[in-house]
């Protein structure tokens, strides 16, 4: 049985002084939510919020008695050097994050980020020890000419090149995002957004074997509210959601993570 994986992208939003005041709400949320609370002692779900570089210390030590994992929204491939603005696998595990984005669409879109670095952000982020979560996820144009399944084939393919099946499963998580529905209000349906992820889990099938692929943990991504978690999160081939603006709010967020038990 997979575990539920409910996490908060929080993009270029709260600095440290706002992360310490979210994670002591959030907190307060979690406190009043037992379900909650056993859900993830269980391990039946896991809450995980990606934050800004310049928050992860204080959302890492906010969140040291709370059940949530904190992760980053990008690393850089190499262990350190002349790379200016960017953070490494071995800064992100050194202040007790433990999981990292990759290629998230607004990295490869606005930054260009493409495959090729991603794979090689993917293997430094797993040989050091984080859990990397890939993001893939077609443009309208590309969902309109037909493309999607191309695209998030070559992203998927691309993007895990040189892994191990069981690597995948213990330390990938990938994150279907169409990028038409990030930020946008419109959420894919619930049946189009399964289709995606139940080709996602046949993509480990081939590429590794099909234990990999009932293991891997596959979300949704792209407008996700407390109103549309539980259509998404009933789909067999949905384990859990990245959420973006509607992780902002801790009242919103709990009540996503409520809807997803
Ligand atoms: C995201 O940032 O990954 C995201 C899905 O954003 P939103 O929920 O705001 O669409």
């Known amino acids: 049985m997979r575990r539920k994986f409910i996490a908060g992208n929080w993009k270029m939003f709260n600095g440290p002084k706002a992360t310490s005041e979210f994670l002591n709400k959030f907190d307060a949320e979690i406190k009043a939510a037992p379900e909650v609370q056993k859900a993830v002692a269980d391990g039946k779900e ?54 990292v984005l990759i290629g998230h669409s607004e990295r490869r879109h606005i930054f260009r980020e493409i495959d090729e670095e991603l794979n090689k952000k993917v293997h430094a982020a797993v040989e050091g020890g984080l859990t990397a979560v890939l993001c893939v996820g077609e443009t309208l144009e590309e969902r309109e000419s037909g493309k999607a399944f191309e695209v998030i084939k070559r992203q998927f393919v691309e993007g895990l090149k040189g892994m191990e099946g069981k690597t995948v499963a213990e330390k990938v998580i ?81 009540q996503i993570v409520k809807n997803a038990l």
């Open 46 to 99: 896991e809450i995980a919020f990606f934050v800004p570089a310049v928050s992860l210390l204080t959302a890492v030590c906010g969140a040291k008695e709370m059940p949530v994992i904190i992760g980053a929204q990008n690393t850089h491939w190499e262990k350190s050097g002349a790379f200016t603005g960017e953070i490494s696998v071995p800064m992100i595990t050194e202040i007790g994050a433990t999981h």
């Open 174 to 254: 990938v994150a279907y995002e169409p990028v038409w529905a990030i930020g946008t209000g419109k959420t894919a349906s619930d049946a189009d957004a399964e289709e995606i992820c139940k080709f996602i889990r046949g993509l480990a099938a081939e590429s590794y074997c099909a234990k990999t692929a009932d293991e891997l943990i596959v979300l949704y991504g792209g407008s996700v509210k407390p109103e549309n978690t539980k259509g998404i999160i009933s789909q067999p081939d949905i384990d859990g959601v990245l959420v973006g603006g509607a992780s902002l709010k801790p009242e919103s967020f709990i």
